[in-house]
């Protein structure tokens, strides 16, 4: 625990540092109509994961030893999305390294041995899941307090996980991936936060917690486990299909998520929208935790049962949250 409280120390030195600097050469969020906040926020304050990362390496090198590929596609996926965040690259170049990345963890998780028609099938269709959710989970970055609080609860679950119910990773690396997400928060959770993650945030934690969540999946064979994307998988997901069928281009910004409605419309408070959507995923992560230890039988229809649940839920409030901002719109004219 000293070299995890140096970890710590450090994280937060190193975050000031980058502050320090993107304010001086202004790499900053400016607001726009499709932007929550209304004033200019400093972006990228995500990086801190790559000096965690490599903190793992120097202070844990017997275990890191053992993670060369993720530690690798973590690494080229943080790099990429930081100089998108800085020049804005083009959708193809990001998509590309993206898909080397999860090759490099495919291939560290041995999806490649004995191919067969079976294995192909499912090896396309993680890559079909992985980029989709990774893209989900940056598009579930507008607001502040959300990625830190997401990311939180499912790192510490991921931790609880794997010290008491099935061992499928390194507890350090976890403890790291922790630490970084608390010293963002720092920094985010607020009213009006100091830094915004970035895309280097919110894409590198993102594939951190696909990777965890496969790895997770071939240790337990439960589908349970996906619940920890739950919250996300609802409000992201949902809204593609809801553009998709507005035929809209699902890949330009956009203000049609439940927590932008509430933000932007509704103007409620950012904290609070993110502390709910906190509280909802960590009763699903509670209800993961459960299930892994008790074992239930045909856990993939509670985990279809559940989802169908929240997916009725889900719309009954949206649909009341349109109304509501359809009559809000009305009483304005």
Known sequence: MVKIAFIVIFL???EYIYLRIA???KIKDDPNHRSAHSSPTLRGGGIIFIPAILLFIIFFPNESSNYHYIIASILLVAIISFIDDLVSLS???RMIIHF?????IFYDLHFFNNLSLLTICFITLCYLFSLGFLNIYNFMDGINGMTFLNALVTFSTFLIINRYVIEFTDSNLLLILISSTL???FYNFRLKPKCFAGDVGSITIGFAIIYLIIKLFLESNSFIIFLMLGVYLLDGGWTIIERVIRKENVLKAHRRHMYQLFANDLKMNHLKISTGYFMVQTCLNILVVYSIISNP???FFI????MSLMTIVYFL?????YKKIGSTEHNEK
């Not at 080397?100 to 490099?104: E, M, N, P």
């Open 23 to 25: 304010r001086f050469y």
């Open 297 to 299: 039988f045909n856990d």
């Open 12 to 14: 937060f030195f190193a």
């Open 303 to 306: 985990l279809l049962s559940i």
């Open 91 to 93: 959708t193809s170049k």
């Open 183 to 185: 010293v963002f928060g």
């Open 317 to 321: 409030v949206k649909i009341k949250v």
């Open 100 to 104: 080397i990345a999860f090759t490099l």
